[in-house]
Nanobody, 130 residues
Framework: VQLQASGGGLVQAGGSLTLSCLVS????????IGWFRQAPGKEREAVSC????????YYADSVKGRFTISNDNMKNTMYMQMTGLSPEDTAVYYC????????????????????????WGPGTLVTVSS
């Protein structure tokens, strides 16, 4: 399975961006898939995840109400619409997936981030200026 994140860029505080994650090598049925970010000098953190079988979602408290995750199984693509961006959202954003039939929850999203054997792609850089 290969994942390619895109859509990052430079935006002013309060602005919006939509990230995309194209999944290849498999269909998206029964997957846990999510967005993770790493700011300079900080550890990678879970931002938002979705279960493709039932659409259940998880959002970190820091993005709840501002970010919206979605997936299009027909296009094998996951999206994250980000609004109300702040400089604290500046980071490299990565996507990751794993087979799962479970309803999405914080524990599942966190486990996805910390799974042994994860191969992280280059991600997409989001820079929010003040």
């Amino acid at each position: 399975v290969q994942l390619q994140a895109s859509g990052g860029g430079l935006v002013q505080a309060g602005g919006s961006l939509t990230l995309s994650c194209l999944v290849s090598g498999t269909t998206m049925d029964y997957y846990a898939i999510g967005w993770f970010r790493q700011a300079p000098g900080k550890e990678r953190e879970a931002v938002s995840c979705i279960s493709t079988n039932d659409g259940s979602t998880y959002y970190a408290d820091s993005v709840k109400g501002r970010f919206t995750i979605s997936n299009d199984n027909m296009k094998n693509t996951m999206y994250m619409q980000m609004t109300g961006l702040s400089p604290e959202d500046t980071a490299v954003y990565y996507c990751m997936s794993d087979q799962s039939q479970w309803q999405m929850a914080r524990s599942l999203c966190t486990a996805l981030a910390n799974r042994d054997g994860n191969v992280w792609g280059p991600g997409t850089l989001v820079t929010v200026s003040s």
